[in-house]
């Protein structure tokens, strides 16, 4: 079985600060780690993967994250935040040993960037 | 990134009313699509995975007869919302994986959405 938690609701972060993102996951074998944005009425645009490999992966428009096996996270890490980052963000895992090759998504964490 | 079109954006309709939503693959063969339904509190609700040229699989609770899916060829996926009423209002997403090359890491590539409501 494959299941993600994004344990905020809501993370609000001064324009220039650093941002994280928090995602936990689960999974019996080895995890492929995705994130995602969406911005208010659109579709979910791909951020960044984790696979394999480094650690630390970088992606889309200035995001990175993080993966910890020992922590089963995969935060999602941005070093100076801007106004326009603001949006909901989701995590999700699929299990590389498991049947299913859907993957499971957070339940989505509200990101407000203050000016 | 492989680009997914999904159609209309924005739909109303009367109650009792049927509802076709278009998705497709633009620059990649998609065997499999994925139809998602988003509520206000932000979460999503997998629906159904549709196959090519077989039937879709629908998550428990979801009313197969009710949501209509057709997969009639790798490029396009189709959702019909069959007689229509004010609690299927929702915001509707499809997605789709890249298998170029036969290798597929999971990552799903979606649609813009489409926003039903229903009067």
């Known amino acids: 079985a494959q299941s993600v938690a994004q344990p905020e609701d809501q993370v609000n972060v001064a324009e220039g600060n650093p941002l994280t993102v928090k995602c936990t996951y689960s999974v019996s074998g080895n995890p492929y780690l995705f994130w995602y944005v969406q911005y208010p009425n659109r579709g979910l645009q791909f951020l960044l993967k984790y696979i394999t490999g480094d650690n630390l992966v970088k992606g889309s428009y200035g995001f990175e994250a993080e993966f910890n096996k020992s922590q089963t996270s995969f935060h999602l890490k941005k070093p100076s935040a801007l106004v326009s980052d603001s949006a909901l963000y989701f995590c999700a895992v699929r299990d590389m040993g498991g049947g299913s090759y859907i993957p499971t998504f957070g339940r989505g964490t509200s990101l407000i960037v203050h000016p | 990134g492989a680009v997914v079109s999904q159609h209309p954006s924005r739909v109303i309709c009367k109650s009792g009313t049927s509802v076709k939503i278009e998705c497709r693959s633009l620059d990649f063969q998609a065997t499999t699509m994925f139809w998602y339904r988003q509520f206000p509190k932000k979460s999503l609700m997998l629906m159904a995975t549709?196959?090519?040229?077989?039937?879709?699989?629908?998550e428990q609770g979801v009313e197969k007869d009710k949501f209509l899916i057709n997969h009639a060829s790798l490029t396009l996926s189709t959702l019909t919302v069959t007689s229509a009423h004010p609690e299927d209002s929702s915001f509707y997403i499809c997605?789709?994986?890249?298998?170029?090359?036969?290798?597929?890491?999971?990552?799903?590539?979606f649609g813009e959405g489409s926003r039903l409501t229903v009067l």
């Open positions: 549709s196959n090519e040229g077989s039937k879709a699989t629908y």
């Open positions: 997605s789709a994986r890249d298998r170029a090359g036969g290798t597929n890491t999971g990552e799903l590539f």
